[in-house]
């Protein structure tokens, strides 16, 4: 391997989300080199994806966007974006990981971020960030906030004319290049890979993505987002203003036929932040929450949900069984009324099926730690030690450790640049010890002692 691509550094965090973004500030505030690995094109996770959070209704991006550019402005962190980990492994009392960085066929170097290739470029396709309503060019700045500002060119959608490379005023587009191999070796590292949501596809009851107008939590999310794909709340199929919404309630998680048994948490929460803002842009909206029961166990969060049903969103107690195409677009709702009526059925403009959490990377043959029953990262002391894994060095932080909300993804991930940071300073202390055995005048030379601790 070219020596050119490996390099050394106090700690790895693998994931640029709002967690690993944490864990790597901590540590490179305390003076470690650090390395933050993202798979996407740009640091920010899911949160930068968000439009508010819950409870204080506080914009996601205004506090994700300084933590993204902290980390891309600190001069003890390194970020390698694009990249895949191939694997982990415990080698020598170091950390060794291989990454390979895929092409975005841009010279990184030369992209100034002007966005003139995305300009000029013919094609377009659906664009995922903004959950599909809109479209973007096969070559683009990801999205307006992301770090770093470069393009990326998607090679499956061009059809190679060339304009882009004619428009570029820095010869910046690089139609050849390949994918580049790293190995970056360090003493500690932090996984904090995210997660990622169930499917609306998975389940045969909820139509399997083929009935209109039924989205998830994350393509909700951005319809609500000031800088979403319409900016306001529209039906996708017809482009109507929706007079009825509906949420159904573990929609991809405590259910076993998906291999989802598990409670995801956060689903009660953000469904009601999403109705509450809903019911703010759209005042004359009817607003329905069908669920099994409401989990709203952080601080504040029962008085949020107090708050929502105040404003007037109603909450169904009930199991959905399916969903049906209404008529004019309206989608059929069938649920067991557990309150009331028994078996009915009603129907919405729009229906959002409230997503659940999936292990975000399976480390399975690629790291040596242990995973849970659920896929996640196990803890080895999941009430006294949440970061800590069964591999030395190794530590997790964030929902790659089973799934959990903002407030304790960023409180674990210090949680575990602290548990890093402690594992640093023993390897140093140790160093120090052996250096003085080795010393001619022994332990016993206090000069030396004196000379290390200075």
Known sequence: MDSAHEYEFDAIVIGGGIGGLQSAL????????????????????????????????????????????????????????YCDVNDIERKDGAIEASVTQ?????????????????????????????????????????????????AVLDVTN????????????????????????????????????????????????????????????????????????????????????????????????????????YCSRVCCMYAIKQ???????LPLADITIYYMDIRAFGKNYEQFY???????????????????????????VHYEDQQGEGVTTREH????????????????GQCPVSIGGDGFIKTIQPKTGPSLTDLEGVFVAGTAAGPKDIVDTITEAGGAAMEAAKYLTALHEDATEGQLASSPQGLGDERIKEAVHE
């Open 26 to 81: 901590d540590l490179a505030d305390q003076g470690y080199r650090t390395a933050v690995i993202e798979k996407d094109a740009s640091i920010g996770g899911k949160m930068i994806r968000l439009s508010k959070v819950f409870p204080t209704l506080d914009c996601a991006s205004c506090i994700t966007t300084p933590k993204m550019a902290a980390a891309a402005h600190h001069e003890q962190i390194t970020l390698f974006t």
């Open 102 to 150: 895929r092409p975005r066929y841009v010279d990184i170097d030369k992209c100034i971020g002007c966005r003139k290739c995305e300009y000029e470029c013919p094609v377009s396709v659906p664009d995922v960030e903004q959950g599909g309503f809109s479209g973007r060019k096969a070559i683009r700045i990801p999205f307006s906030n992301a770090i770093p500002q470069k």
């Open 158 to 261: 061009c059809m190679l004319c060339g304009k882009c490379a004619s428009i570029c005023p820095t010869g910046a587009i690089v139609y050849n290049q390949q994918p580049e191999s790293y190995r970056i070796t360090a003493k500690t590292a932090v996984l904090a890979t995210g997660f990622e949501l169930t499917s609306i596809n998975d389940k045969r009851q909820y139509g399997m993505g083929e009935i209109p107008n039924v989205i998830d939590s994350m393509q909700m999310e951005r319809l609500l987002a000031p800088h979403g794909p319409y900016g306001r709340v529209l039906r996708p199929s017809d482009g109507m203003i929706p007079d009825s919404i509906a949420y159904v309630q573990c929609a991809g998680s405590r259910d076993a036929s998906m291999g989802v048994s």
């Open 275 to 281: 109705a509450m803002l809903l019911s703010g842009s």
């Open 306 to 332: 107090q708050n929502a049903k105040a404003m007037g969103i109603e909450f169904v107690k009930a199991k959905v069984a399916s969903l049906d195409t209404g008529e004019d677009g309206a989608v059929a």
């Open 349 to 364: 403009d729009m229906v959002v099926l409230s997503a659940g959490m999936l292990p975000g990377w399976s480390p399975q």
